[in-house]
């Protein structure tokens, strides 16, 4: 991603996503780039996220919060907990399936966003923000719907990379709580990237102590980017990226 080659643009300061008293700001892959599927894997290791036909990466002068993270496929074991949610999803099917959108997939999605985000700004969303949000063009998306018999119980949106998968967003059934859908989609991911021999899943961005973000700190190994480039937690590190 040489300067020359691609341009970077800064977003005007926006309303944090995670902290309500903050403002963020996010560097961005020009979208109009010709060659924006080949720079995705290259984009991945350098921490960026994909969000519709963008490729992000928070520049925010006054936090360095967002974190990006990434599971080690090769080195990953699931724990106690995470087992427990293998086997209470047992009766789940998992289908590789073509991204886009269908009615089915968009109620879920509403149910989903009205439970689980109400008044965030996502909860009335329609067919065209389902597409825009979710899909582009140029991405290697698939996305994983889980079944159990005939009825669609989530999907997972997953971008498959040949040197990286990353986990874009998944949505289910909101009283399904107790299945943890959250937590065997992204097993479900990490399976996936072993299959197909990708060594890394990148999570996105895991923030420090943040009761919605914190929970990636379970899928160990993990490493963390920061200014000298990828670390692995160790199993007793602090919250402390």
Known sequence: MRSERVRLFQTLPHACGYFAERTAQNLVID????????????????????????????????????????????????????????????????????????AERHALYERYLRTRHAGGGMDEAEASDFRRFLTAPWSPTVFLEFRAGARLLGVAVTDVCLTGLSAVYTFFDPSESARSLGTYAILQQVELARRRGIPWVYLGFWIEGHAKMDYKRRFRPLQVRGPDGWRTLPPDEPRRA
């Open 31 to 102: 979208p109009a780039a010709p060659q924006l599927d080949q720079l995705y894997g290259p984009a991945l290791e350098r921490g960026f996220r994909r969000a519709g036909g963008h490729l992000y990466f928070p520049s925010c002068p006054q936090c360095k919060a967002c974190t990006p993270c990434r599971i080690d496929v090769a080195h990953f074991t699931p724990d106690r907990a995470q087992r427990r949610c293998l086997k209470r999803n047992a009766d789940v099917a998992v289908h590789e399936c073509m991204p886009g959108y269908n």
